[in-house]
């Protein structure tokens, strides 16, 4: 250790310049430790109040490690292992808070408090001292000047030696504290090396004693955990890698696929078209009324379950109802100049929901889900064998058909037997015809015809004047008609399509032209069907629109010849109309409709 500098206290009486410039060396000592102490203490200070807050982040980690078992994960609820094992960590953590309050408390004793004493007492002592020693020396010159201005011609005896008094009184005071000041000046050069080791001496000595508590509580009994924690978290980084490794490979998979993925519509020409669906999910844009000629579109992802069509906004939890699909029916629809949108109409023919597909090959997926859900198909057993069963007719559209195999006996088995008669001697010949080949129904190459469009002369007739039909059978003078026009019911239906027919002898003819027409329409892709109002009167049957009430098609009862259903879907009806086109000639068409309802109730109407 070099040794201390000193103030010579023999000095200190004869208070020389010399001694003066040694003594201000000492006092800008003095206030730079005093500037470092401050600053020292700052650092002690904050380390104290580090390992206080470690104390109090410890023990909030204690509780938080066993919340773990009371947090509502949606995912892997139940892991009792990884549980078990904070709980244990929790209990780590609780004896690790001890020896850190310990910690704090011996950091407070042999760190923080040595350092305050020192500031608090020496340095403030050196402090006070020097502004007594400086109230002295000024004390002892005002003393000087007046004993040095004592006259020299004029002595007075008595006011000298009362000046000489208050010098020799100041010169002492000063002495002293000149005295005083430089102890404790010479004091402070040793007692800062105290100051300044005894509190990292105390610092160190706590760390040391610590960690070794630590390492003694811990070092046996926590070996064994620590290595299984070890190896548990190795296997998840080896999962992780794993499951990283084929995610990579899998992304570089799906992005390395054809461009076409990302383009909607990329397969407009051929696409793909799966008839055979009961369910279907996707993104539509549903069409909704925001005023009286506006509309807005909503992207909304929708998806049929069961018998229902749902619909769920992005975001939301669960789907909701949009639309009951049983006994409904799916059409396409011009709407907005937008392409590919549909509408589902309800069993009672009100219009419903209009949605637009992004693509022709989703449009017409839903148009074919739509529709084979309609008819109840998922209530079956088996209801993906029944959907191929029912759209083979497109398949079946290719190669000629001898013979359905089925009698017409069989279709209304609920009929009663003057029901029955009055059907046979209106529409079936007497003597049973046999069952003929489809070249003897329908000449092949026949036409179909997929709307009705009313003559020139018949619409304008029709519209001439502003006249329309009046489906209550009333005229607009008020007047009722004859009883045998009169409405006695009226049905929704959709035209499918409608051809010239060979034969009207045997209801096999309107089988015929079921499949020939449902066949067309699915392999031209032909979903637009012409909602009408389908009226039976006593003498006549009507078409009529159910927006302007314009006739589209009427046929006298005495001309229909044949009616039938189709034996799967009891909502497809048919029937054949003969008229004359000349003596001798008659022209024979087979119309195929899709009936809201049943097609045995339009038969009752049409038998009563």
Not at 336 to 345: G, L, N, V
Not at 433 to 456: C, H, V, Y
């Given at each position: ?22 003594l201000s060396v000492f006092e800008e000592d003095a206030g730079t430790l005093t500037d470092y102490t401050n600053q020292l203490l700052q650092a002690m200070q904050r380390v104290y109040g580090a390992q206080n807050e470690m104390c109090l982040a410890t023990q909030q980690l204690s509780k938080q490690l066993l919340a773990y078992e009371k947090q509502n ?536």
């Open positions: 250790m070099p040794a201390v500098d000193k103030l010579r206290l023999e000095e200190a009486l004869q208070d020389s310049p010399q001694t003066r410039s040694l994960f949606a995912l892997g609820k139940g892991d009792e292992e990884m549980i078990s094992t904070l709980q244990y960590f929790s209990k780590v953590v609780d004896e690790l808070n001890v020896l850190h309050t310990e910690l704090a408390k011996q950091l407070a004793d042999t760190m923080v408090l040595p350092i305050v004493q020192f500031r608090e007492k020496d340095l403030t002592e050196v402090s006070t001292l020097k502004d007594l020693f400086g109230l002295a020396s000024n004390e002892h010159d005002v003393s000087m000047a007046k004993y040095s201005r004592l006259p020299k011609k004029r002595e007075n005896e008595k006011l000298k030696a009362e000046v000489a008094k208050e010098v020799a009184s100041a010169r002492r005071k000063q002495h002293l504290s000149s005295l005083q000041y430089y102890c404790a000046l010479n004091a402070l050069q040793y007692r800062k090396r105290v100051a300044m080791m005894e509190p990292m001496l105390g610092y160190t000595r706590s760390q040391i004693k610590f960690f070794k508590k630590g390492a003694e509580m811990f070092s046996k009994k926590m070996d064994s955990f620590l290595s299984s924690v070890s190896d548990m978290v190795h296997s998840v980084q080896e999962e992780l890698d794993t499951e990283a490794e084929a995610m990579r490979v899998s992304q570089q998979d799906l992005l390395s696929g054809n461009e076409s993925v990302y383009t909607p519509d990329f397969d407009v020409a051929s696409p793909v078209i799966n008839r055979n669906l009961i369910q279907k999910a996707g993104y539509l844009n549903l069409r909704n009324k925001t005023g009286l000629v506006t509309t807005t579109w909503d992207r909304l992802y929708f998806f049929t379950q069961g018998g229902n069509l749902m619909c769920q906004p992005r975001g939301a939890v669960a789907g909701g109802l949009i639309q009951d699909l049983d006994n409904c029916s799916v059409m396409a629809v011009d709407c907005e100049d937008r392409r590919y949108c549909f509408q589902i109409t309800t069993p009672t023919g009100k219009p419903g929901i209009t949605l637009q597909a992004e693509s022709k090959k989703e449009y017409e997926e839903w148009i074919c889900a739509i529709n084979n859900i309609s008819r109840q198909i998922y209530l079956t057993d088996n209801p993906e064998a029944v959907a191929i069963k029912l759209n083979q007719t497109a398949l079946q559209a290719v190669t000629p058909v001898t013979s359905f195999g089925k009698k017409q006996e069989h279709l209304y088995p609920s009929q009663d037997v003057k029901n029955m008669e009055i059907l046979n001697d209106r529409m079936v010949p007497k003597e049973s015809a046999p069952i003929q080949d489809s070249a003897e129904l329908i000449a092949p190459g026949t036409p179909i015809q997929f709307d009705i469009m009313l003559p020139a002369m018949e619409f304008l007739d029709q519209n001439r004047g502003g006249r329309r039909t009046n489906p209550f059978g009333e005229s607009e003078d008020g007047q009722k008609e004859d009883e045998d026009s009169l409405l006695q019911q009226m049905f929704v239906v959709r035209f499918l399509g409608s051809m010239a027919v060979k034969s009207d002898q045997t209801v096999e003819v309107i089988y015929e032209a079921m499949r020939q027409v449902l066949a067309a329409r699915a392999i031209h892709n032909i979903f637009r069907m012409t909602e009408s109002h389908f009226l039976v009167t006593s003498h006549d049957l009507k078409l009529i629109d159910p927006q302007t009430q314009v006739t589209r098609a009427s046929f006298e009862l005495v001309s229909v010849t044949q009616f039938a259903a189709h034996q799967d879907n009891k909502r497809l009806l048919g029937f054949v109309v003969c008229d004359a086109e000349s003596p001798g000639e008659h022209s024979k068409s087979a119309y195929v409709f899709e009936s809201n309802t049943e097609s045995e109730k339009v038969w009752r109407w049409l038998c009563s």
